[in-house]
Every structure is written in structure tokens, then in C-alpha cells.
């Protein structure tokens, strides 16, 4: 089957630096995409990784190791907007995104 | 831009109701999506479409209906509503299917089934 699992929830403090991690087992694998999403709101897309490395893009990066089935999502200098939910989701071999359950992030002051 | 809009934003059905879910793109999208999610889930894939006229179920298809009859509208019914399809729903869009292609995501539609 395929599967994708995240923590389910992380605490971190305002300006601090937090990983946020994804393993996966898909059937294929055509990328992987990080979403936000806030309370009561629609996902909004964050980051793309399809080839191993790190991706940076301001504040947040994101890595992926294709031979672990391993990423992250990291997020440096907290503010308290960052609070939300992050959804890692993994295209498999059909073009179809597989999502994880997502990582509910709670920063305080 | 609108983006991606979606009515009625909230519902509450009876078991055996029916009701259609409207989801409308301005960005001239060939790709469109319904989803729903359910607390501590990841986003379901219900049905697909790669273009007008051409819809695909997905992960979890029973129970729905789309058609896509214009490349704007992708509407999903919901035929003798279920408590198991009290859930929220997304429609989700995007330029491409392959790649960094991101999809869009509407605000949801949050639907009780009592």
C-alpha cells in the first residue's frame, strides 16, 4: 500500500528553527510537495523537491532523499503566523498525490 | 483573479439527501480535483478531471459524481447522503499535471450529514 507518515503535532518557539519531518512508501514516485494550511483554510503549496537535495526558498527549505523515501521541511526564524498545519504529498506513478495526515505546528511566544 | 470558488461554503444534510457541490476556476486550468478531508487523514482524491468532457475516478469515488462539462466547472453530487460523507471538501486546480505543478486550492465546503 502506499503510505506517508508525518508527527502529528510539534511545538517550537517564536524564532526558533524547526524540522519537520516525512517518510513515504508510494507506488512511483514523481515528486514530493509541501503544502500549509492554516485553521479552517485550504492548503497552500510551500515547496517541490524531485531531485535529492535541499531546496531553500526564504525563511522555509525543503530536503529529500529519494533512496530513504525521507524529506523535511524546515522553517527558521518562527513567527507566530507559522502556526498551521504542514502537508507533505507525494505524486505517485499515476500523477496522483498521495497526502500524508499533516504535522500541526504550534509556535509559542 | 478569483482563483478557485466553491458553494455552499457550509451544509447540513439529511441521510438520504442529495445536493451538488459547485467549484468554478478563472485561471483556465485543464486540470481539476475534488478531495476530501477528514480529521487526522490526509486529503482523499474522490474524482479527477484532465479536461472538459474527461473525468477519472480516485481514491475514494463511491457514493459521488462529477461531470466536467465546461473547462470553469467541475460540480460533484452527492447522491443519498451518507454520516460516513460528513467530511470537508476541496476542489483543488492546476496548469499541468506533471512537475512543479502546484494546485489551487478553494476555501472548502464544510458538510454534515445527519
Known amino acids: 500500500g502506499q503510505n506517508i507518515d508525518q508527527p502529528t503535532e510539534m511545538t517550537a518557539t517564536e524564532g526558533a528553527i524547526v524540522q519537520i519531518n516525512c517518510t513515504y512508501q508510494t507506488s512511483g514516485f514523481n515528486g514530493l510537495f509541501w503544502y500549509q494550511q492554516h485553521a479552517g483554510e485550504a492548503p497552500t503549496f510551500l515547496s517541490y523537491n524531485v531531485l535529492d537535495g535541499l531546496e531553500e526558498k526564504g525563511r522555509f527549505s525543503s530536503f529529500l532523499s529519494r533512496s530513504k523515501g525521507y524529506s523535511y521541511l524546515l522553517l527558521k526564524e518562527l513567527q507566530m503566523k507559522d502556526s498551521a498545519s504542514y502537508l507533505c504529498a507525494v505524486m505517485d506513478s499515476n500523477y496522483q498525490l498521495i497526502w500524508g495526515a499533516g504535522t500541526k505546528l504550534i509556535i509559542k511566544p | 483573479n478569483a482563483g478557485v470558488t466553491q458553494t455552499p461554503k457550509f451544509r447540513i444534510l439529511k441521510i438520504g439527501q442529495s445536493m451538488t457541490l459547485q467549484c468554478t476556476q478563472d485561471?483556465?486550468?485543464?486540470?481539476m480535483y475534488w478531495y476530501r478531508q477528514d480529521p487526522g487523514m490526509g486529503l482523499k482524491l474522490i474524482y479527477y478531471s484532465v479536461g472538459a468532457g474527461i473525468t477519472d475516478k480516485g481514491e475514494v469515488p463511491n457514493g459521488y459524481n462529477v461531470s466536467r462539462s465546461t473547462t470553469e466547472d467541475f460540480p460533484l453530487r452527492l447522491e443519498l447522503a451518507a454520516p460516513s460523507q460528513t467530511s470537508v471538501y476541496f476542489c483543488?486546480?492546476?496548469?499541468?499535471?506533471?512537475?512543479?505543478?502546484?494546485?489551487?486550492f478553494g476555501p472548502g465546503t464544510r458538510l454534515t450529514v445527519l
Open positions: 485561471m483556465n486550468h485543464n486540470y
Open positions: 483543488a486546480s492546476s496548469s499541468s499535471i506533471a512537475g512543479a505543478s502546484e494546485q489551487f
